[in-house]
């Protein structure tokens, strides 16, 4: 895989700070445990569990080292290319709630295969999407991802994002029609902030890097956002909402709020490096 990220990267200045109403995913934040945090007397996702030690297999890091179009990716770091038949991989688990998870070799961002995320239509809230575990103590987490949109969803879609434990939180990329942006959140006590991304693009591939980091067990966590090749800086400061501590991350469609239509996303060329 490429290597999308450079010292090529051009700072927008003077961001505003969007409020929970810019984001429908905020307003539907109780809404949201029911699959990413499974608190609402559901069955847990994946990642609710994630507090204690985990065991990450790393065979080569990569989660489909046979046959990849990448370089290898040395340990902490993990990469898919998604060049395989199983969408699945080394990735812990899988979930597909209204939807499927299948690899797509008709449309990628680098040779030759993507991950294709399909929702059905429903009027309740969906979830699609693969997870990986990282180890108790991990202090930060740098995801990057490639992925494309044919079509402004008809509800509002979270994709790709890390989750947080303890308290119980997330950040994420938000599809809210035709606005992109990211949301920090609380789901304990509501809690949440967001970060504008610019406008959706459709029909064409996109790159967004979400940088996690405290320097400390105990420190304020600072987020560093990027989009785009070359990469142009978007979010780059301290959080103000409390978050936990990193036990996850997810590539797929997190989250889609009640809504009668379904819809797509693609994903390809993924790269975590842990702290």
Known sequence: MRDHHSDRVKRVPSLARFGLATFVAAATGCSLLTDVGGLSGGPAGPGAEAGGDVAVASVDARADAADSTMPPCAPPAFCDDFERGNPTGAWNGLKTTGGTLAIDPALSSSPTRSLRADLVGSTTERTVYLERLVPVGTLGVKISFSFRIEATPATT?????????????????????????????????????????????????????????????????????????????????????????????RIGIIYAAAGTAGGQAWFDDVRVDLD
């Open 157 to 249: 879609n979270a994709l790709a994002g890390i989750q947080l434990g303890t308290p119980l939180s997330s950040v994420f990329v938000s599809v809210n029609g035709s606005s992109l942006g990211l949301l920090a959140q609380n789901y304990m006590n509501g809690d949440s902030h967001g970060y504008p991304l610019g406008a959706t693009k459709l029909g064409e591939w996109d790159r967004i890097t979400i940088e996690f980091r405290r320097t400390t067990p105990s420190g304020t966590p600072t987020l560093r956002v990027t989009r785009g090749v070359p990469a142009t800086l978007l979010v780059d400061e301290a959080v103000t909402v409390a978050l936990g501590a990193p036990n996850a991350y």
